[in-house]
């Protein structure tokens, strides 16, 4: 779009100037001098943008790689986590088999002393 505008601007003003060149050379000079600096105006115009652009672009490209690459290494961590959570549930899973492993042994163990005691009773009564 800018293009074609711009070659139609060169295309009139050209025109003007060889029309006017035939009147005055000097007048006909300086307005092709003026194509050439508005041209180069334009020129200059488009390459400061396109380095800006250029220069935004691999900006943005270094973020989104740094920002990869914390992300990978957010979900490393992150399975890290997981691993040692698993872990520490089969560690208190653990603890709680046995804890209540201990709770029927210490059942048992009250009920044995009942009967111990019962038994020592029972001989106490006896021996007399």
Same mark, same amino acid.
Do not use: P, W
């Given at each position: ?5 711009? @070659? /139609?601007? @060169?295309?009139?003003?050209? =025109? ?15 307005? $092709? ?8 105006? *334009? ?17 943005? %490209?270094?973020? *989104?790689?740094?920002?990869? $690459?914390?992300? #990978? ?5 992150? !399975?890290?986590?997981? =691993?040692?959570?698993? /872990?520490?549930?089969? *560690?208190?899973?653990?603890? +709680? !088999? =046995? ?5 029927? @042994?210490? #059942?048992?163990? #009250? /009920?044995?002393?009942? +009967? =111990?005691?019962?038994? %020592? ?6 021996? $007399?």
């Amino acid at each position: 779009m800018v293009f074609h505008e711009a @070659n /139609q601007l @060169n295309q009139a003003f050209l =025109l003007a100037a060889d029309m006017v060149t035939c009147y005055r050379a000097e007048l006909g000079g300086m307005l $092709r001098k003026l194509v050439e600096g508005y041209n180069s105006v *334009i020129l200059q115009q488009f390459e400061s943008f396109y380095r800006a652009e250029n220069e935004l672009e691999r900006n943005l %490209v270094a973020k *989104i790689g740094h920002h990869e $690459r914390a992300r #990978e290494e957010l979900v490393s961590k992150r !399975a890290e986590f997981e =691993l040692k959570l698993e /872990q520490a549930k089969a *560690i208190v899973s653990s603890k +709680d !088999a =046995l804890i209540e492993s201990m709770q029927k @042994n210490e #059942e048992l163990l #009250e /009920q044995e002393i009942v +009967d =111990l005691r019962e038994q %020592v009773l029972y001989f106490q009564e006896a021996a $007399r």
